[in-house]
């Protein structure tokens, strides 16, 4: 029979230990945070001393390992920063293992040792698809197991330590099985302790549930430092890195990679990846630039219209949601007389994406009235703007990120309200507006104010 072994009790979050679980940190006064752990996982570094900030600093020594893969780096804004904990979580099959690798190889390459912790597939698994990949490896180090106690008590210095997964290892001390709730925030606590302790990156890879949220507790967010989701459809090769949180960067970062067989890396050409079957010169179609975090994508919003016969005409909208499609028409209709009534309408946003940024309203607004007038919008000039119930076009965020795309990518001329945050640099091409018509003719769609079309 195993020995028994003495626990102690943990604060997650101000690393308290108490002889007895309580509901309530007497320390921080943090609820529901204290977990138990086995005494020998504590040693006297992680009792809270006092010490001057100076001397803090002196010993700081957060060098994030440098990330080659220029869209993974501009996800994990900051790096992986020594003594963090960084989760990332994806569906099964997504490719975090595949991303993980690429993390590894990155941290092997400033010439540390780096330790793959399994316990999903075995040693020969991760090796294959080191070989897959053809990943210099070397200082790579893999060890099947489920067993967390193994790899908070090692006592080699590694550069970066990958747990895959945190569903598939466990605390022997507590008696829940693997992935449970008790066992996912036993074992964060004790990796990020552990990271803390050592200053050691851990790299924690997560499945997702079905709903999208992190799979485990939530706590489990707020006992990392970062928290990622890897995400993308499993049948097609686009994937993005997304930051939901992240202690040394910046949030709602996101970075967009392909996987293929040979692994995951940046796809330099996503931003506008949606235009590239687009027939330049046909009526019904405009483009527009949509916000994605803190990125920005470019995307065709195509109309398609026919006469109907039918008293209330059909109105389609693939896309984008139809109430905001249909307050677009309403405006159209009341401020350009467009007589919508007269036609079926058909919107879709092409490429499959769907868009809930109402930047992209001045955009359908154009593509809407072309596909009426049958004058096509000329193929260098792109719109974006929200369109207000007053006929009016509002300001959005990231108005330069959005010219700047546009233009890198052909569209030379834009029309747009003049914003503030692009008030000091001019951007050559650029036609403020401040209402649908004035945006509608300088798109030449209408000829003047008011039309009767
Ligand atoms: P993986 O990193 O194992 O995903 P996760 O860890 O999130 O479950 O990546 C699995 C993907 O790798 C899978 O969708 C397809 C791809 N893959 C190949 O392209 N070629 C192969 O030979 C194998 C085994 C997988
Ligand atoms: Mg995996």
Redesign the pocket.
Known sequence: MAKKKSNSYICSVCDATFPTWMGQCSKCESWNMIVEISDELLDDSMESFSQPIEEVVANFDTAPVAISDPEVSRAIDGGVVAGSTLLIG???????????LLLAKDAVGSGGRVLYVTGEESKEQVA??VV?CGLDTDGLEVIATSNIEKVVSTKVKYALVVV??IQAISDSSIESPPGSINQVRQCSSLLSAFARRTKTPVVI?SHVTKDGSIAGPKQLEHLVDSVFV?EGE?SGSSRSLRSLKNRFGRVSEVGYLK???KG?RADQDFVASALVDRRSGAYGSAVTAIRDGLRVRLVEIQTLVVPTAKESPKRIFNGIASVRGGMIIGVLDHYIKLRSERFDIFVSVAGGVSIDDPASDLALAAAITSAITKLPIAKEVALFGEVGLTGEVRRVPLAYERYLELERHGFSTVIAPRSSDIDEVRVPGQIDIRTVSEALLAGRLIKSHNENV
């Not at 994806?90 to 993980?100: D, F, Q, R, V």
């Open positions: 994806g569906e099964p099959g997504i490719g975090k293992s595949t991303l993980a294959a698809r897959r895959d997964s890879l890897l499993r996987m293929s067989s995951i």
